[in-house]
């Protein structure tokens, strides 16, 4: 069914998509969309008070309602997508990186440097991560570069492990050793034999990644350790309006969805990615 | 063959022991990157330099940073967790009352999240592809795939705003009758249950399917069994170990989610005190709370790899 | 008498990973008799264990029965509900699969997985179970027949889980056994006597059988008729010495002739004593910390010298586990040998790899077994034969492309294959790529490690040729290491048998120096000949099959 609804965007790219993981892949461009243009589309500058009455209801002019200030909803979760998908993104491509390509050096060198780079790591991700970055917090106080780092320090060791797996079982391949013999580099061993093998599953591991750390951020912001007025991403949206939920007010329930429909959809569109037909006679 | 898991289970004891010791060197230098010095922040702006200089030499803040360390791990081992900076108590004090409360949140979700993740997860697992399976597959998908925060507002807005059966963010200490406790913990606990069994159903489904892939599950099934045997006789005393690890991992999710869990219901529990220290910058009572949290982590995650090699039929 | 099986016009259609269907199985009609033993013997993808396994109404993950019946024994499979299908598995039909090792479910005992089929049906009390499945381990000649149950899977040895499987197929008194490839897995000389026992209980409880397997010579000793298939169509059905003697489809034909022997045109050996191309002096290689006695904890190969002259070629045989891989990746450097010398081309080599020089790594290339893990699938085919041209030659991109152009053609490949990815090409095609690759370093020798195990019988025929021709172009030597006797002695001038990580002896075919040792001579006895008497005429040694057979 799912075949029929994409089938011929896919099987001429020679990809298969199906419905599923492009509405999840549609709802992530989007949010993309809003980041990269919030300032352009913001109805409202996002510190002007709009509305006489705060925790207003939604009406046309204010389409999301008002926060506790009186503040237009709208923009600010424009603006908020900036700071959520900016940040975790950053995060994410720094974790990644890093933790990708250890992983896979410890897979091809083994020994000790394996050993001793899998313990620490290990350790590293024996630390609750909400924990890790409130210590750091403490430490250093938040701001955005703080929290990028943060973020992505936090999960490095994921990133390294899952990678790190891939690549042993790569490294058993006898390709790897023909290669090894041939004399190859530990470069070329790394980005030409290994990387091409393990690149979607990896790319999938980002999109979790990505979800975690924009759960986490949203966490740490709704705590009020993360993104510091006066910037506010969801997770401190949520937090400033707090007050607005026994009255059931959009502000506070605005927000929540914004995080859920983009996670949701990441995890959609990692579950649903378009794979590659192999079949090639296929008509 | 027996000779192995005596050897493989001291050796997974003896991990867990380094990592708890890089684990506590990095929480302790975490928390002593603080810019600034602690004995001037302590003091307040008026202090004289005398007075700072006799702090430091009191908390032994002039000595190198690994004699410091040293001197707090030999602390912990003592029992002895350092005076807290903002109102001058022992650290253990503080903490003996919240760690209960917190222990008490963690076991009732635990209790009830268990039996009810298995029953979920390998249910799932054995009508794969089923209405059912569907329904639990999307359901616990959108549960891991938002905030805690937002679990427990959705949680608070029914339960309270809407249905009005229990109270909002509210957490008293009035107990008088088991139906104050009931409703008391019923916020939190549903929201933490929600959180940690979407996980274990998750894992737990995953581990059975993955047995029910075997060539030896086949062969029952070419032996005429049925589905149920197939599951129960054939999947599931394969799959023990990883569901096992798979529920004390997903366990470990609680210490994350009890930190926003008690912020947002107020509840007087260990995590809430920390992020009380994190906001006045109470550096022992951080430190000690880090390691408890740390410590929960480390037992549940080498309890699920002894258990998972206590399982291993082969090595039996 | 009534046929107990009727397969007619049988379709299975497989739906590929791009939703497409494809017909797997086109239409095959056979019948089994009461009591007959009928062998399905085809390559690889021909659809012999599919057809085999619609007898119990069963289709793997991904295929459907789409047409045709399948009656056994006045049921149709294709029809029944799947509650009816599961209350003659196991009764009236059972299955033994290719590796029990894998069929065993590890966390239960053997004898309560054997007698499990009694109690699915309800056939017997598991008192009366537990005294039948101990006579049939009798009948299979297991060790200990009245101990062997109570152990796990994990405790006993592969040819002895083959025979297990085989007692719990029986258990149920089923019309019909389907062995599907149940001793491919296995040495030669435990195929004997797994063989013998199937063959003994199959004909004491007057069992149909079905016997799926690649291997013609395994299948003359145990079939009545042979039905051979090729891409999911029957090519010929008749009776075994029919098959054997005047086979009619050209396919059988390329099959009976892949076993016929090839004399090996050997090159005389070298006049002028110059020094050999590959010597390797008392080479001990192992796995493990150095123990107190100064050898490694696990001594995989022993003191082993072996020399290979220029031009000549040597072959290295012995079962599973004796070490012959092991001594062929130390040679190549990529297990360093504990001690031991390697000289190559007259000048001593380092134990690993890493330090030998790029033109010394260059003249000696080795070839794996499996072609699917020794060619990157993430690369193309021009990817991968360039890589040693550019790294070895420092050729630019146009003399790559002269140069792989001409690989292929060596290789008997087309040049279109150039653009595809390996998981596009044929077994057979896989291992052409993987050699043309080592060729592309120029080598002088080549060590073939198992390189016709993973591919049919008409394909390794074809792959031998080609190695032979090359040999004649290029004047290169190998050292062929490989199980299978025959292959060896289609292509060297001199075999080393191993056993146990030692060299029991070494025999020149050209001489006409038959084995002498006891376990050469078992080994070489034990290979199956197309004579369907060949089993029950074979004696051997009781006493030596005990001593080298710890299976």
């Given amino acids: 069914m799912t075949k029929r609804a994409t089938g011929l965007i896919g099987s001429r790219l020679g990809y298969r998509i199906n419905l599923v993981g492009l509405i999840g892949f549609a709802v992530v461009l989007f949010w993309a969309v809003i980041a990269l243009f919030a300032a352009d589309l913001i109805p409202y500058s996002v510190g002007e008070i709009v509305d006489t009455d705060y925790f207003g209801p939604m009406h046309p002019g204010l389409w999301l309602g008002s926060d506790y200030l009186g503040r237009d909803m709208l923009s600010r979760i424009l603006m908020g997508a900036r700071y959520t998908v900016g940040i975790s993104l950053a995060a994410v491509t720094i974790a990644c990186v890093t933790g990708v390509v250890l992983g896979m050096a410890a897979a091809v060198v083994r020994g000790v440097v394996d050993s001793v780079l899998s313990r620490i790591l290990d350790a590293m991700n024996s630390i609750p991560s909400k924990l890790f970055g409130l210590m750091v917090v403490a430490a ?79 966490g740490l912001s709704f705590l009020g350790l ?58 | 063959m027996r000779a192995r898991v005596p050897s493989l289970v001291l050796s997974r004891l003896l991990i867990a022991l380094v990592t708890l010791v890089i684990v506590s060197f990095a929480v302790f230098f975490a928390t002593t990157l603080l810019p600034g010095d602690t004995a001037s922040i302590l003091l307040g702006q008026a202090a004289t330099p005398e007075a700072v200089a006799g702090l430091r030499t009191a908390m032994h803040l002039d000595e190198p940073a690994l004699f410091r360390f040293l001197r707090w791990c030999l602390g912990l081992l003592r029992g002895d967790l350092g005076t807290s900076y903002a109102n001058n108590m022992p650290v253990a004090t503080l903490i003996a009352g919240r ?42 998908i959108g549960v891991i795939s938002v905030p805690e925060f937002v679990v427990a507002t959705s949680a608070v807005l029914l339960f309270a705003v809407y249905l009005k059966w229990l109270p909002a963010l509210s957490f008293t200490n009035e107990i008088h009758s088991f139906y104050d406790l009931l409703r008391a913990y019923a916020m939190p606990v549903i929201t933490l ?124 | ?96 699969p290719q590796s029990a090792a894998a069929a065993f479910n590890p966390a239960a005992t053997i004898m ?62 089923p019309k019909l056994v389907i062995f599907d490839e149940p001793t491919t ?75 016929k022997p090839k004399p090996h045109s050997r090159t005389a050996a070298p006049e002028s004593p110059s020094h050999p191309l590959l010597e390797v002096d008392a080479m001990t290689v192992g796995y493990g910390p150095v123990q107190r006695d100064g050898q490694p904890l696990i001594v995989a190969v022993r003191s082993v010298s072996l020399k290979v002259e220029r031009g000549r070629n040597l072959g290295i045989v012995g079962e599973s586990g004796c070490g012959k891989s092991t001594l062929a990746r130390a040679i190549a450097g990529i297990h360093p040998a504990h001690a031991g010398d390697i000289i190559f081309d007259g000048h001593e080599l380092w134990n690993t790899a890493r330090k030998r020089t790029r033109s010394q790594l260059r003249e000696l290339q080795i070839v794996f077994q499996h072609a699917d893990t020794a060619l990157n699938p993430a690369k193309s085919i021009e990817d991968i034969l360039g890589r040693p041209l550019a790294f070895y030659h420092g050729m630019d991109r146009k003399a790559r492309d002269v140069r792989i152009n001409a690989l292929l053609d060596m290789v008997h490949l087309p040049r279109t294959v150039r653009h595809r990815h390996p998981g596009e090409l044929s077994g057979g095609e896989k291992q052409r790529i993987n050699f043309a690759r080592a060729l592309a370093a120029d080598p002088k020798l080549i060590l073939c490690d198992e390189i016709t195990s ?71 006895s034990s290979v199956p000949r197309l004579d369907p008497s060949w089993l029950d005429a074979l004696r051997q040694d009781p006493d030596q099959v005990r001593d080298y057979c710890q299976r």
């Fill in chain 1, 140 to 218: 250093v106080g938040s701001s955005i570069p703080v929290l990028i780092l943060t973020l992505s320090a936090i999960y490095i060791p994921g990133a390294y492990r899952f990678s790190r797996s891939l690549a042993v079982n790569i490294n058993t391949m006898e390709f790897m050793t023909v290669a090894r013999i041939r004399g190859e580099s530990l470069a070329y061993l790394i980005g030409a034999e290994i990387l091409p093998n393990i690149i979607g599953p990896v790319l999938a591991d980002l999109g979790l990644r990505f979800v975690f750390i924009v759960l986490l951020l949203s």
């Fill in chain 1, 226 to 283: 993360g993104v510091q007025p006066p910037y506010a991403d969801w997770g401190a949206l949520v937090r400033e309006n707090l007050g607005g939920l026994p009255f059931g007010a959009p502000a506070v329930i605005v927000p929540s969805i914004a995080i859920a429909t983009l996670t949701i959809s990441v995890n959609l569109l990692i579950d649903n990615l378009p794979r590659k037909i192999r079949d090639r006679s296929a008509p």
């Fill in chain 2, 99 to 140: 760690l209960v409360n917190t222990l008490k949140l963690a076991g009732l979700t635990a209790l009830i999240s268990v039996p009810l993740a298995l029953t979920l997860g390998i249910t799932a697992a054995m009508w794969r592809g089923s209405v059912y399976d569907r329904i639990v597959t999307i359901v616990t």
């Fill in chain 2, 193 to 316: 249950t929600f959180v940690v069994s979407a996980q274990m159903i998750r894992m737990g489904r995953a581990a059975v399917i993955e047995t029910l892939n075997t060539p030896y599950v086949e062969m029952a099934l070419l032996k005429g069994a049925s589905r149920p045997r197939l599951v129960l006789k054939h999947a599931l005393p394969n799959a023990l170990g990883p569901i096992v690890n798979a529920m004390a991992l997903s366990l470990s999710y609680l210490l994350g989610g009890v930190i926003i869990i008690e912020t947002i219901f107020n509840y007087p529990g260990i995590a809430m005190l920390m992020v009380d220290a994190v906001s006045t910058r109470d550096l022992p009572l951080i430190q000690s709370c880090a390691m408890i949290f740390c410590l929960g982590y480390l037992v549940l995650i080498t309890a699920a790899d002894v258990i998972a090699i206590l399982a291993n039929p082969r090595l039996r």
């Fill in chain 3, 1 to 96: 008498m009534a046929n107990l099986v009727e397969i007619r016009n049988l379709k299975v259609e497989a739906t590929t990973d791009s939703g497409r269907r494809v017909e797997i199985i086109k239409g095959v009609s056979l019948t089994i008799a009461e009591g007959e033993s009928v062998a399905f013997i085809g390559e690889s993808g021909s659809g012999k264990t599919t057809i085999a396994m619609t007898l119990m109404g069963y289709a793997r993950a991904g295929c459907r029965i789409s047409g045709g019946d399948v009656w056994v024994d006045g049921d149709n499979m294709v029809t029944l509900s799947e509650k009816q299908r599961a209350a003659i598995r196991g009764t009236k039909i059972a299955y033994v």
């Fill in chain 3, 112 to 173: 309560d997985q054997v007698i499990e089929v009694t109690r699915i049906h309800g056939l017997m009390s598991p008192a009366a179970a537990r005294r039948k499945a101990i006579e049939l381990f009798r009948a299979l000649s297991l060790p200990e027949p009245a101990a062997i149950g109570n152990r796990y899977p994990h405790q006993v040895s592969g040819g002895q889980l083959q025979r297990l499987a085989a007692a719990m197929a029986l258990i149920g008194n």
């Fill in chain 3, 185 to 259: 897995a296995l040495d030669v000389t435990t195929q004997v006597e797994v063989l013998r026992a199937f063959k003994a209980v199959i004909k004491q409880y007057r069992i149909a059988c079905v016997y799926v397997s690649h291997d013609l010579a395994v299948v003359a000793q145990i079939a009545d008729r042979i039905v051979v298939l090729k891409s999911g169509q029957t090519q010929e059905i008749g009776t075994t010495h029919d098959i054997l003697t005047q086979p009619r489809h050209p396919y059988t034909q390329s099959l009976l002739a892949a076993f």
């Fill in chain 3, 454 to 524: 993973a591919l049919d019988t008409v394909v390794t025929a074809a792959v031998i040729e080609l190695l032979k021709e090359l040999q004649r172009e290029l004047g290169l030597s190998y050292v062929f290491i490989s199980h299978d006797l025959s292959v060896v002695e289609a292509i060297c001038d001199e075999i080393i048998v191993m056993y146990r990580g030692q060299k029991m002896e070494e025999i020149t075919p050209a001489e006409r120096k038959a084995p002498q040792h006891p376990y050469s001579k078992l080994l070489f």
